[in-house]
């Protein structure tokens, strides 16, 4: 049989770069087979370089919330890149960008733009670090951050255990500094902040968590560490990388009504270039170079492309702001049919949504926190993924991760995943 184009690619990939890619999520080990090669992308599809076209669930892993090759993102892009590529100097655009997300998020005053969530997440840490002269921080289990090394920490047993390293190559002694407690769970929270409460510069939450799938906050959760972190004089850091933008115009703060110290954003403020940031009350902000004495910096920091492509998109999801209504109910929707689908077929699954993003679980346990995700079927994920790529349906290759709806998807979109859906379970019976 001749090979396709992409397991040609992905052959001499594996010669040249570790498992063939630059990110591990974009391998498909947990699922098998090889990662489709990506020729070009415009709206809801994505094309491979075998010429096949999917209805696209990744959005690369979040920014697309327009979908790909917006025009007017392009046109911004297509603009600032006739005016140069990177000065290492201030423009007006990282002013404009600034200024539009500091309005659009009452608990930020002042933010620093960056290249990646990864910066933006070790940044705030370390300025937390900083401002209180603290050491130790406190993360969720199944919550992703990036990975700087504080924060790629595996949770152990019981409560507020001390951090084992999650990954060779991660001090001992730096993981020993992360606590991890399970998400969602109030009394594990309390225990720790009376044991480590003194010690804490910061607990540092995905508000709504997207890295173990989706996992909503349970009535409390938030509030309890927003009480506990001021009382304790611990600084509270929302990682909105993936909820900035997605959920409404603003973050998941803008929702719950909980106002972090610091924020952390990244994805959808970049328009699909490299960009994260990071931001807070002033007084917390000036602790940076060059007005404090903690160092951040960064050499394409509030690069133009990135600021326009930027500013393009919160251009058109300002203007659409009652559009995130319909975003969110259709993707309500779309999860509705699916677990009918499944109901019907007599497969257990929870589909856990919050706005436009949503995770399918192959369990009949409902999924909090890490433990309760760990209990999924993911040897069905995988066939359920392959099915649904068979059909030109592209989603996560991986169990634990959030699909993506973005504006582009349209009615016909959600109805043709419907229908491979539907021929996908057939293929599943007993899987
Ligand atoms: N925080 C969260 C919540 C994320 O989902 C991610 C990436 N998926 C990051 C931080 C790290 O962002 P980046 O990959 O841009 O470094």
């Known amino acids: 049989m001749t090979k396709s184009r992409s397991e040609q690619f992905f052959e001499i990939a594996e010669r040249l770069l570790p498992g063939g890619v630059n990110s591990p999520v974009r391998a498909f080990r947990s699922v098998g087979g090889i990662p489709r090669f990506i020729d070009r992308a415009a709206g809801s599809r994505i ?3 075998d010429g096949r076209e999917y209805i696209d669930y990744v959005g690369s892993w979040g920014p697309m919330i327009l979908g790909h090759a917006h025009p007017q993102v392009q046109e911004a892009i297509r603009k600032a890149v006739e005016r140069g590529t990177s000065y290492g100097a201030p423009t007006v655009q990282e002013i404009e960008l600034a200024r539009r997300i500091i309005e659009a998020f009452p608990s930020l005053e002042k933010i620093r733009m960056v290249s990646s969530g990864t910066e933006a997440t070790m940044s705030a840490i370390r300025l937390a670090r900083g401002c209180t002269g603290r050491e130790k921080i406190l993360k969720f289990e199944g919550c992703y951050h990036g990975h700087a090394d504080s924060l790629l920490v595996k949770a152990g047993s019981g409560i507020a255990t001390l951090g084992i390293p999650g990954s060779p190559g991660v001090p001992a002694c730096l993981a020993e500094l992360t606590i991890t407690l399970p998400f969602n769970s109030v009394e594990a929270f309390r225990t ?8 804490l510069a910061c607990v540092i939450v995905e508000p709504v968590a997207g890295n173990m799938g989706v996992v909503e906050p349970l009535p409390g959760f938030l509030e309890t560490l927003r009480e506990l972190t001021r009382q304790a004089g611990i600084l509270l850091i929302f990682d909105e990388v993936i909820t900035g933008f997605r959920l409404t115009y603003g973050g998941y703060q803008n929702l719950c009504g909980i106002e972090p110290d610091l924020t952390c954003l990244g994805k959808i403020i970049g328009g699909g270039l490299p960009v994260g940031a990071f931001g807070g009350r002033r007084d917390l902000m000036d602790y940076l170079a060059p007005v404090g004495p903690v160092y951040q910096a960064g050499t394409l920091s509030g690069n133009p492309l990135a600021m326009a492509a930027g500013l393009a998109t919160l251009d058109i999801l300002s203007s659409q702001r009652a559009d995130y209504d319909v975003l969110n109910h259709r993707t ?3 999860c509705a049919a699916m677990g009918r689908l499944f109901q019907a077929a007599d497969i257990p699954v929870r589909i856990n949504r919050a706005g436009s993003l949503f995770t399918l679980f192959f369990s009949d346990h409902d999924v909090v926190n890490y433990e309760t995700a760990s209990l999924s079927n993911t040897d069905r994920y995988a066939l359920f993924f392959k099915g649904m ?15 993506f709806v973005s504006f582009a998807h349209s009615e016909k979109d959600l109805e043709e995943t419907l229908s491979a859906c539907a021929e996908t379970i057939k293929t599943m019976k007993g899987g």
Do not use: T
């Open 389 to 403: 790529l068979e059909r030109g349906i592209y989603l996560a290759p991986s169990a634990f991760e959030a699909a």
């Open 332 to 334: 309500a929707e779309l």
């Open 192 to 199: 720790a902040v009376d044991r480590y409460g003194k010690e």
């Open 47 to 49: 094309y491979d370089v």
